[in-house]
């Protein structure tokens, strides 16, 4: 693997650390209004980044919400040009006791630096970053055309950058995106990912009475919202844990024979799931399917939060004038955002209790993606991969959601190499986030060999 911008790369490895940890210290967290001006501070820092590097036409695009970044490198002719894409948003912290440092204070424990955004996504979208400049300090140029599309919303659904994409497809012409903000399978073991489920994000809210009434006065008279929700949430699955709207499975497209046989020649050990990264005493879901299957190609109910009510310490005997219950479903090929919503605002309305009014709300969506793997992108980044790591790449899917990757396929025709670096113990959306260092470095690596191999 000689290349002058890997050896540019190892060079500078302390820098590139602390320059990620300067990105992670500023708290970006997109869905709570008091931190707008942090966000904006991190699109800030990235636009003065990707300028110092050598990009050019950077920019920040001012949305309804929070800005995109935008940089570009157009001149290697007759060679194909790549959309990197990345997040500069994280998630909130809570429970924040549960963290062991600060959680915008990156620490280093054996090994990994934990911080929230360490893995999702600020570490792999730094990564691009770093890869960016190596090849440019070592050779001037880079070896094919790129245009750098970062956003600050991904953590609440993406929609500035997916007005953006379907009303500026021309500003992101491009033959492939690639974006790092998936994981490894396993350590040391080369990941594709070439499926996300899709998502639809819901809120429930249940009305009853005009007021909050006292539930010595009222009780046995008047409805209770969070006794409504708990009675249509009860018939939302079943005991077996099928999922109980009608018509919810009509299109559901099972994985292919081949992709099912790849998948239980993976390493994975079920127990040590349960355990490690689980931590329940026993794993639960859609009986007659393995956990990989339920996980990464059948699609799924969850509820995330009732508020509503009283919730401090101590008591308070409050029948609750409204309840909110909020639930999301995992979507999967070939199911469909609207259909899917469409089918459970039926049934759940079906279910509607006695005294008790519904809104029944679509917060975000995303639709269910399977990338083919006979393409000169991914076959490119299999060779890299390989050169990096040593190993023959596994191809995976991901239980989670890219919404992204869905917008660029629609609107600008073009299919994504999901390359990411993380581990399924990166505790991503939890306390005590971290990234395994070696990973960011060799992820960086992986990046530029990658590119280079592109441009080949």
Known sequence: MPSKAVDYAHSQHDRFLEELFALLRVPSISTLPEHAGDVRHAAEILVAELKRIGMENVRLIQTAGHPLVYADWLHADEKPTCLCYGHYDVQPVEPVEEWHTPPFEPTIRDGNVYARGAVDDKGQMYMHVKALESLLQAHGRLPLNIRVILEGEEEVGGEAIARFVAEHPEELTADFALISDTEMFAPELPTLCVGLRGMIYTEIEARGAKTDLHSGMYGGAAPNPFVALAQIIAQLKDAGGRILIPGFYDKVVKPSSDELR?????????????????????????????????????????????????????????????????????????????ETFALYKQYVESLRPKGIELDVRLIHSGDPIVIGTNNPYVKAAQNALHQVWGKDTVFI??????????????????????????????????PNEKFHIANFYRGIDSLIVFLEEVGK
């Open 397 to 430: 899917r991901s239980g989670g959601s890219i919404p992204i990757v869905g917008d660029f396929e629609r609107n600008l025709h073009i299919p994504s190499v999901m390359m990411g670096f993380g581990l399924p113990d990166d505790n991503l959306h939890a």
């Open 262 to 338: 790849a998948w239980e020649s993976l390493p994975f050990d079920e127990e040590q799931y349960r355990k490690s990264e689980v931590g329940s005493s026993v794993l639960t879901g859609e009986a007659g399917y393995g956990v990989l299957e339920r996980t990464w190609a059948r699609p799924t109910l969850d509820v995330h939060g009732m508020p509503g009510g009283f919730i401090g310490a101590g008591a308070k005997t409050v029948i609750p004038a409204k309840a909110v219950a909020k639930i999301s479903m995992r979507l999967v090929p070939d199911m469909t955002p609207k």
